[in-house]
């Protein structure tokens, strides 16, 4: 869990609390405050996930087929008339 805390207005918390939550999700910890003091914590229930490996690294994990996605799609299309 990342213990750095971001602080943050009440008013900036009510204008983007879906992206505080997804913060949160992440792992961030963000602190609310009310006239500059200390008001809230929002804090992640679980640990945080854990980053997507690169699209190149999963890329190399797929077999190649000998055929473009092109003619491949139109193989799929056609199997379905």
Same mark, same amino acid.
């Given at each position: ?27 961030? *910890?963000?602190?609310?405050? &009310?006239?500059?003091? !200390? =008001?809230?914590?929002?804090?992640? /229930?679980?640990?945080?996930? #854990?980053?997507?490996? *690169?699209?190149?690294?999963? &890329?190399?994990?797929? !077999? =190649?087929?000998?055929?473009?996605? /092109?003619?491949?799609?139109? #193989? ?6």
């Amino acid at each position: 869990m990342d213990t750095r805390s971001k602080s943050i207005s009440i008013a900036h918390a009510k204008a983007h609390l879906s992206e505080l939550v997804s913060r949160a999700e992440s792992g961030e *910890s963000i602190l609310i405050t &009310r006239h500059g003091q !200390p =008001a809230a914590r929002l804090v992640p /229930i679980r640990e945080a996930k #854990q980053p997507l490996r *690169s699209m190149a690294a999963f &890329r190399k994990t797929i !077999p =190649a087929t000998g055929i473009s996605s /092109i003619e491949l799609i139109r #193989q799929m299309r056609d199997e379905e008339r």
